[in-house]
């Protein structure tokens, strides 16, 4: 655990819902001029981090549409049903 993990930041909103992220959460996160932030929601929870572009970011962003965790093999079995299932649609 880092200083900035155990050190409570804080900064105020504006009238026009604007916020300044302190300048030691911003050098932390290496967060510059135009770097756009992610925010997620969860139980009263607001968390915030910079977006990078990488899909794995958003991994999990919707929740899971099966409600519990899913096991490689399970994706395994799904992708093939699912591509055999393309395939004999295409030879029809």
């Known amino acids: 655990m880092n200083k900035l993990d ?17 300048k030691e959460l911003r ?17 009263g929870y607001a968390t915030v981090q910079p977006r990078s572009g ?13 409600g519990r965790t899913v096991s490689v093999e399970e994706m395994h079995d799904a992708v093939l049903d699912e591509a055999a299932e393309r395939h004999r649609r295409s030879r029809r």
Do not use: C, M
């Not at 900064?11 to 026009?16: H, I, K, L, M, N």
């Not at 932390?28 to 997620?40: M, N, P, Q, R, S």
């Open 6 to 22: 155990r050190i409570g930041h804080k900064s105020t909103v504006t009238s026009r819902g604007q916020t300044t992220v302190p």
């Open 54 to 66: 990488r899909l794995i970011d958003y991994a999990g962003i919707l929740g899971n549409p099966l």
């Open 27 to 43: 050098d932390a996160l290496h967060i510059k001029d135009g770097t756009e932030l992610v925010w997620f929601v969860k139980d």
